[in-house]
């Protein structure tokens, strides 16, 4: 130990300290530029990840509380739902249901009647609810709210009965999530009302017993 703490006080054992010294804090100023560094590096990546939101356009926005306003539908054969908005506000919303006061079909079951069709086709539909669409003009009614010139979304092609009801309430442009098998009927009547019809996606939802 005596001869260690000698070799301390030597000139060359200062000159080693001084080393050490310089070593510390060389790797402290490198500690320093890499913990500024990481702070640089996590500040960019916020930065590009904030960069990389892009939010819906007008479209989408309405699409998607279409979907959420369709969770409250009480028919699992098209849980579909209705926004109509005008200018970018809505002023209306809709899902299937049964009427007021009636029984819903996950309670009791559906109501099913089978359509034949002029090319002897067959088809079942469930006729115990009112469609979202025309729960939609219903409430607008109800509230005294006018939806003339407005947009209309809704999960499928809107039905026949539908199509004439958004037409003759002055709705200008649809916009259908899905396509609904057999619907052309639908286009025409849109085409003849001035109605822009337009559609996310051809292929249409799929449920047992169509
Ligand atoms: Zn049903
Ligand atoms: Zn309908």
Known sequence: MGEIADKREQPKNLGQNEKRQRYRNYHKVNICQLLDFTKRFVIYLHMENKSKHTRPSWDQYFIEVMEAVAKRSTCDRGRSGCVIARNNVILSTGYVGSPTGSPHCDDV??????????????????????????????????????????????????CRTCAMLISNCGIKRVIVQHDYHGKSETAEIFKNAGVKFEMLSTAPPSYSDQ
């Open 109 to 158: 079951g559906h109501l099913m009647k089978e359509m034949i069709h002029e090319d002897g086709s067959k088809s079942k539909h469930c006729m115990r609810t009112t469609h979202a669409e025309a729960n939609a003009i219903a409430q607008a009614a109800k509230n005294g709210v006018s939806i003339d010139g407005a947009t209309l979304y809704c999960r499928m092609t809107p």
